[in-house]
Structure formats: structure tokens, C-alpha cells
């Protein structure tokens, strides 16, 4: 590996640094959690307008305006990519079309905007930097991803290729440079452009929300908005520049991008933050002498300046696979330990004090939920997907338990009580109490209701098989309640929404194509503690927070007693499974060894129950394995 162009940066630096001078130096600078409609590009140009002519009436009005990753696609497009990437000079027409447009007297305004790239005929997931208003649009740069993510729910390298160049570029107010996403994850890539002179690093994103456990630093939002702010705040303070992160605030297909953009100054300091879940526009005057002061008061980028050929030999050294031993003289090592030591006087005897992390310490995040943000963030959800998908109504089948007793309180807080339908379906063998716990939830919420008995629809069927078991029975029952509930669904006008927990998703407590067929969930990745813990915030009434979970198939079957574990235990071995713990460390770290076996158990046998119909793929073009769109595109 050549280290060369590396080693330039230090030296085309400082050159830059002596014409700064001359730049305007204080910018305003404006972040834009933007909205986009998936899939939609002209559309979202047309929006966009709209934030251009906003944007021109801001006093003091923004010199530069700084839009998130995919800003005009959406993310997850998957196999869509190559229907929305259009080449930089495209995009920079169409802005700028846009930009005249939207405003009566245009001057000058910097965009920087992600989008999916052609060039060179390949495609790439990019950021560009352009100017408009001053003549022809001016294309400063476009920075192509480095990091594509493709692991957990990222599977980005296969739809677009790497970029593989970082650096800075002269703006017309001084000197930026650009990160996308998981670009800015790793430290070295932060590093390069403050070693390039940028002032100000602009990070696009689309970072879905992960983690609705209650945080720690008084910040509200999801635990990876968290985790976000302090990288952006360690790049800023190391180098001593200012860092503008941009994120997308949407829902697609279930993965909720919550906004949370920020500014930080030279010293780590947050100048600005953004609102959770919705479209916003942050505006921050950045003086560009604070790096000044910031780089005087802790010169860290000048001292790796210095150090920079030091460290660059090593990283000759690693990358050429050369073992630190051989790395060295061994005469000069030998010489070494033959020259005179110096004498040393022992310390004091004494007991060392031991502070001890705890036996088997680590583990997953924790099941505690926050339940404000959960409320927030789940209704987002409902009221995303319900409406993207055409429909202003949302139907749920109340049993008279927890879950579905949620899913309606979520439902009326997206979508308004008059845009809620329940719907009650007993059997003839259904628990009075369900009937009304089922009802007490239809009065509290003062939704819109429909009462179906099920049971000549039901014994109808089994009228020809009189031997079916209870197992039988209830899955009858279960697919018979979907056939009302969709059916209905078509007469209200109304999406149906689904109830199902992670628990008994992945312990395969329910009924294939029935208890998950609804199109949307809002529950299907909370636990059913977690449950309990959200509808207690919710208000839902004790008595159905209180009692037994049941399916109410059989009277007095519950579904703990059909586990054989509680729902407690259950939930905590699924957690520590689910983030790689086998069961053998489990009942290492004490959990009983009979109930981690029932779990893993069943959850290795009901994988098939999670997953769509198996296809026998005979072509090159199967559905799901090489044509590939997501499900809101």
C-alpha cells in the first residue's frame, strides 16, 4: 500500500489553511430533516421547492442547506436503484430548475443532497455538493459512499458499488468535505478530512431508530440518536471542526428514520438539535474563527500533524503484514539491555485496591422501555404506513387481551378515534370476560365497532371433521376471524392491523397465515413484557393489563401454562439469544438449564412460521431473490 497520497494531505493543507483568510467567516448554515415519498424523485423535487423558497425567507438567510442521504428516493429501494439513480449533472439541473423556480429573486445557495449516482456506468450512493443561483449550476463535488453497510438489516453492497476517495474541497466560503452515513462510523475517515483542511464536514444520513430503552443523558429519542450525536461530536472535537449531520425523518416499510439532526462546534459542543419524527429545518450561524480557538485551546490535529510520518510508517508496516518484532534492530535491542540501569527504589508494600466489573459482565440492551418514546414512535409508525399506502383508516380485531387492546390505543393516537374500526369475533366457547374486556376497550377509546360471532362459520367446517383436535379447532378459528377481519377491511376502507408480539413470534405461539396476516404490526418487535410495560403507560385498564395472556381457546388455557415457562423468563433467554448468546453460555451465566433448552427449542422449530412460502427458484429473476423491491416502493 502506498501511504503517498495520505502523507500529500498534511502538506496541501497548511498551504490551504494560508488562503482561509480571504473567505467570509461566518456561514449560516441550515440542516434539513426531509420527508421524502419513496420512490418518488420528481415528487420529492417538488417538495423540495417548497423548502427552497422557505429556506430564501430566512433571516439571517442560510448560505448553505444541507439535506440527509437518498434524499430524494428514500433508502431502502433495493433493486429500485437502478430505475431512481440519475448521473451528478442531472441532479444538479433539476435542483437548480427547482430553485428558480420555488424563489422570485434567486442568489446564491449551496446545496449539499444525497442521492443514488450513475457514473461511469456503475451505481453509487452519493452526496453532492452544488451551487445555484449564481449562473449555471457549479458541481463542487460529489463524495461516493465508502462504507456500504451489508450486515443486520443493511444490505447496501449489493445494489451499489464503493467509493474510494476522501477528501476536502474549496467551497465558496472556505474549504467542506462530506461523509454519507457509515462513512463517519470510522475514525480515520473523520481524520482525512480534517488532514485535508475541511472547516466544516457535512454527514448525510438515513439511520434508522434502534433502541426504545430509557436513556441515561437526559436526551429524548431512540438509543442510536444517541450513539449518532456522540460520533458527531467526537469528530468535531478531535479536529476542531464543525460537523453538520443531516438524517432522514420517514417510515419505510417498518424502519423508522426519526430525524434527530444536529450541529456540532469545533469543541463538541451541540449548537443545535433536531425534533424526533418530523420534518424540520436547523439553523445555526457558524463563525469560522472558533476553529481557531478550539484548535488553540487543544491542538490535537496539529499534533497528529507531527506525528503523521510516525504513524504512517506503521501503517506501512501493518498493511505490508510485517510482525512488530521484526519491525526493529535486533542489535540496537540487544545493545540496549546491556547499558547500565538505572536504580530504582521499590514502592511501599500494600494491598491493590481490586474493582471488579462483575462475573460475566456484558449481555444485550435491556427489555426497559421508555414508554413516551415507544408511544411516539410507534404511532409514526401506524400513521406512516397506514397513509402511505392509501388508506386514512385502520382496522383492528379486539380479543379483550393486552396486545390487541395496544394496537387500538396506538391506532387512535396515529390516526384519530374516527379513523379506528374494532371489531369483536367471538366463539360460542369465548370467554365472557374477553367479550367484555373487549368492549371496555371499544367505550374507552370511543372507536367505531362491529360484533361478529364466528361460531356457524366456524362449526360449519368442522361439521366435516368432527375429530378435529383442539389444535385444529383454534387454528379454524384464528383463520376464520382473518377472513372477517380483511373482509371488513374492503367494506370500512380500512388497512388491517396486525397484534402479534415478538414473544410468541419467535416462539411460534400463533397461527400461520391468520394472527400474522395483517399487513402492518406495530407490536411484532416488543416483547410481551414490554407490552405490559407500554400499555400500563398507554392507560389500558388493569384489569386487562392484570390478568392471565390466553388465546382463549379452551376455557381456562393460558399461554404460559402452555410454555411451561412465564413470559418473564421467556423473554429475557430470547433477548440473550437473539444477540448471539448460545444456550450454552446462558446456563453458564445461570439461567436454569431446562428452560433455556424449552426456548431454544422452539425457536430453531418455528423458523418456517416467520418467513414467507417457499418458491422453487428455476430462473434468474425470482421474486425476492433477484427481484427485489421493498414493500412501500
Not at 449518532?228 to 449531520?245: K, N, Q, S, T, Y
Not at 367505550?443 to 361460531?455: A, C, P, Q, V
Request: aromatic letters at 8%.
Amino acid at each position: 500500500m502506498s501511504v503517498a497520497p495520505i502523507a500529500s494531505i498534511a502538506v496541501a493543507a497548511t498551504r490551504r489553511a494560508l488562503q482561509l483568510h480571504h473567505m467570509p467567516s461566518v456561514i449560516q448554515l441550515a440542516v434539513a430533516q426531509f420527508r421524502p415519498r419513496k420512490g418518488e424523485r420528481a415528487e420529492n423535487i417538488r417538495r423540495l421547492a417548497d423548502i427552497f423558497a422557505q429556506v430564501d425567507t430566512l433571516d439571517p438567510r442560510p448560505h448553505v442547506l444541507h439535506l440527509p442521504e437518498t434524499a430524494l428516493t428514500g433508502y431502502f429501494v433495493e433493486g429500485g436503484v437502478r430505475e431512481l439513480a440519475v448521473t451528478g449533472g442531472t441532479l444538479a439541473a433539476e435542483l437548480d430548475e427547482a430553485y428558480r423556480t420555488a424563489v422570485h429573486a434567486p442568489r446564491s445557495l449551496d446545496v449539499v443532497i444525497g442521492f443514488y449516482e450513475i457514473w461511469k456506468s456503475s451505481l453509487y450512493n452519493s452526496c453532492m455538493y452544488v451551487t445555484l443561483g449564481a449562473g449555471e449550476p457549479d458541481v463542487r463535488h460529489v463524495h461516493r459512499k465508502n462504507f456500504l453497510p451489508t450486515y443486520g438489516l443493511f444490505d447496501e453492497e449489493r445494489f451499489v458499488e464503493r467509493g474510494y476517495d476522501i477528501r476536502a474541497f474549496d467551497a465558496p466560503w472556505g474549504r467542506a468535505a462530506m461523509l454519507v452515513c457509515e462513512d463517519s462510523w470510522h475514525s480515520l475517515a473523520g481524520t482525512l478530512t480534517a488532514l485535508d483542511g475541511a472547516e466544516i464536514v457535512f454527514v448525510s444520513a438515513a439511520a434508522p431508530a434502534r433502541g426504545a430503552w430509557p436513556r441515561d443523558d437526559g436526551v429524548p429519542g431512540p438509543a442510536s440518536v444517541g450513539r449518532w450525536e456522540r460520533l458527531v461530536r467526537d469528530i468535531a472535537e478531535e479536529h476542531g471542526v464543525f460537523v453538520a449531520f443531516s438524517n432522514l425523518a420517514v417510515t419505510e416499510g417498518g424502519k423508522s428514520f426519526p430525524g434527530g439532526s444536529l450541529i456540532a462546534g469545533p469543541k463538541g459542543e451541540v449548537r443545535a438539535r433536531g425534533p424526533m419524527w418530523e420534518e424540520a429545518i436547523i439553523t445555526v450561524r457558524a463563525d469560522l474563527a472558533d476553529l481557531t480557538r478550539a484548535r488553540a485551546d487543544m491542538p490535537l490535529l496539529s499534533d497528529l500533524r507531527t506525528a503523521l510520518p510516525h504513524m504512517l510508517a506503521n501503517l506501512e508496516r501493518i498493511t505490508a503484514g510485517i510482525p512488530e518484532s521484526l519491525a526493529f534492530d535486533p542489535a540496537e535491542e540487544a545493545a540496549s539491555e546491556t547499558m547500565p540501569q538505572p536504580r530504582r527504589t521499590a514502592a511501599p508494600a500494600g494491598p491493590v485496591r481490586v474493582v471488579s466489573g462483575g462475573p460475566m459482565a456484558g449481555g444485550p440492551p435491556p427489555l426497559a422501555l421508555d414508554g413516551a418514546l415507544a408511544e411516539e414512535w410507534l404511532a409514526e409508525f401506524l400513521r406512516s404506513e397506514v397513509g402511505g399506502r392509501g388508506f386514512e383508516k385502520g382496522i383492528v380485531a379486539i380479543s379483550g387481551g393486552v396486545d390487541s387492546a395496544v394496537t387500538a390505543y396506538l391506532a387512535v393516537k396515529a390516526l384519530g378515534a374516527a379513523n379506528v374500526v374494532g371489531l369483536r369475533l367471538p366463539y360460542r366457547t369465548s370467554s365472557p370476560d374477553s367479550l367484555a374486556h373487549g368492549q371496555l376497550v371499544i367505550d374507552s377509546l370511543g372507536i367505531e365497532s362491529r360484533t361478529i360471532d364466528i361460531s356457524a362459520a366456524v362449526d360449519g367446517y368442522l361439521a366435516s371433521e368432527p375429530d378435529a383436535d383442539p389444535s385444529r379447532r383454534g387454528n379454524v378459528m384464528a383463520r376464520t376471524r382473518m377472513i372477517a377481519l380483511f373482509d371488513l377491511s374492503a367494506r370500512y376502507r380500512a388497512l388491517p392491523l396486525g397484534t402479534g408480539n415478538k414473544s410468541e413470534r419467535l416462539m411460534g405461539y400463533f397461527t400461520w397465515h391468520a394472527d400474522d396476516s395483517p399487513p402492518v404490526n406495530p407490536l411484532g418487535d416488543l416483547y410481551k413484557t414490554q407490552v405490559w410495560e407500554l400499555a400500563r403507560h398507554l392507560g389500558v385498564p388493569d384489569v386487562i393489563v392484570g390478568k392471565p395472556a390466553s388465546a382463549d381457546l379452551i376455557s381456562g388455557q393460558t399461554d404460559e401454562g402452555d410454555f411451561g415457562i412465564s413470559y418473564a423468563q421467556t423473554d429475557q433467554i430470547l433477548n440473550w439469544m437473539l444477540f448471539g448468546y448460545s444456550a450454552e453460555s446462558l446456563v453458564a451465566r445461570g439461567f436454569p438449564a431446562a428452560d433455556v433448552e424449552l426456548v431454544h427449542k422452539r425457536l430453531d422449530g418455528t423458523h418456517w412460521k416467520r418467513r414467507m412460502p417457499t418458491v422453487a427458484m428455476i430462473s434468474s429473476s425470482a421474486i425476492g431473490e433477484s427481484y427485489l423491491r421493498p414493500v412501500d416502493y
